[in-house]
């Protein structure tokens, strides 16, 4: 048998689909499993987004496009991107992407390798550590205390920041913790890195659903735009994860490395999906306002259920979908606790350490489920630690 290549072996995976093709398998078998694994909304695409697609469709729009996006999308980007950060942004540095990870996994190849270091937030979205062990460079935790409510510290940043860091990628809201960079940090965290000649990835995918009005931006610090790889997309803000629709406010001096990987990868995103989303960033609101409403009504359920649980304490997210509950006074470790509630109970959830050291201890919940749903799951995880306890 031929040997595969070693790094094949540094590439990671998601939990969250591997915990959703158990969960699927204990559903044929006639168990019945409540899903609070996988972060997606349960609302269905705006109605105009889906109008929009179909008349593409009808029209035609089914062929290759522009590897960096039509213009009208581009265009559109940009007044999103600029208008909720309160920033201007350039549609000639507006790429879109088959979602939001080509944007994680090629700028980490274009910014570092060997020898580099990336710096990433931990807890934090496991593809982050898994692409840049991919590229040989070394992945450099940032520590993200529960203690400071899982947001960033300007000190810890400082400590971990070298000379070989090559890139900097901030998560706000914070996938899977829910948290939120103050402005005030924020500030301090611009200061600290003005001076640094790095690279910085600003994964801002949740910012739409945020509860206390859009988060703070790093991008828009004057100091710092030209080096700051903006991102956002469609997939939860307008419930299209399976659209595959995301978009970046982009440097110049990578506009071209990173349109050369999506050449090289997947040549363009469908222009029936890049019509839907121009529909989406340029119509009506009010889907965006509802899903978040409706979110932050789950969320006090969700919050309120979990600081009733034997052992549990939980803080009250800022924004996205997840609660990220402390199991430790359960006497029972996460990665155990996930599998027990998934076997024992049918409730589908995540271990807080498949998203980084910081996580152990922890379990992460997506509260994108119906309230009955929440209550449901969590009536059984006091079941299962009735028994444990």
């Not at 094949?8 to 591997?18: I, K, P, Q």
């Not at 190849?109 to 062990?133: N, T």
């Not at 991008?219 to 995301?246: H, N, P, Q, Y």
């Amino acid at each position: 048998m031929p040997a595969l290549v070693d790094n094949v072996a540094r590439l990671e995976t998601e939990s969250a689909f591997a915990v959703l093709s158990r969960a699927r398998e204990l559903e044929r078998a006639g168990v019945d499993v409540v899903h609070l694994e996988i972060g997606q909304p349960d609302f269905p695409t705006p109605p105009h987004v889906v109008a929009a697609a179909e008349a593409a469709l009808r029209a035609g729009e089914t062929g290759y496009c522009p590897t960096e996006g039509i213009p009208e999308l581009r265009e559109a980007a940009a007044a999103y991107l600029g208008e909720s950060r309160g920033l201007t942004v350039d549609p000639g540095r507006v790429l879109v992407g088959n979602g939001a990870k080509p944007f994680l996994f090629f700028t980490i190849l274009a910014c570092a390798g060997p020898g580099d270091e990336v710096i990433y937030p931990d807890p934090g979205f496991p593809i982050y550590r898994s692409a840049i062990s991919w590229t040989g460079a070394t992945p450099v935790a940032l520590p993200l205390r529960e203690e400071r409510g899982f947001s960033v510290d300007p000190g810890e940043l400082e400590r971990v920041l070298t000379p070989a860091t090559k890139l900097i990628i901030l998560n706000s809201p914070n996938n899977p913790t829910g948290s939120v960079i103050p402005a005030g940090d924020l500030g301090d965290l611009a200061a600290l890195l003005e001076p640094h000649d790095t690279w910085i990835l600003s994964d801002e995918v949740y910012s739409k659903l945020a509860y206390d009005g859009t988060p703070p931006s790093l991008a828009s610090r004057e100091a710092l735009i030209d080096r700051t790889v903006l991102v956002d997309g469609c997939s939860k803000t307008f419930s299209m994860t399976g659209w595959r629709c995301g978009f970046a406010a982009v440097p110049e001096a990578l506009v071209d490395p990173l349109t050369r990987f999506f050449v090289n990868c997947t040549s363009c995103v469908p222009p029936f999906v890049q019509r839907a989303a121009v529909a989406a960033l340029t119509g009506p609101m009010e889907s965006v306002d509802l899903m978040r409403d409706e979110f932050s009504r789950r969320r006090e359920v969700v919050v309120a259920g979990l600081n009733e649980l034997p052992g549990v304490t939980c803080q009250i997210p800022a924004g996205a979908f997840y609660a990220f509950p402390n199991v430790a006074g359960t006497g029972v470790g996460d990665e155990e606790f996930a599998r027990r509630l998934l076997d024992e109970a049918g409730v589908a959830l995540l271990a807080g350490s498949s998203f980084g050291d910081q996580g152990a201890d922890h379990l992460r919940l997506s509260y994108a489920a119906s309230p009955k749903q929440l209550r449901e799951a969590l009536s059984r995880m006091l079941a299962v630690l009735e028994r444990v306890l």
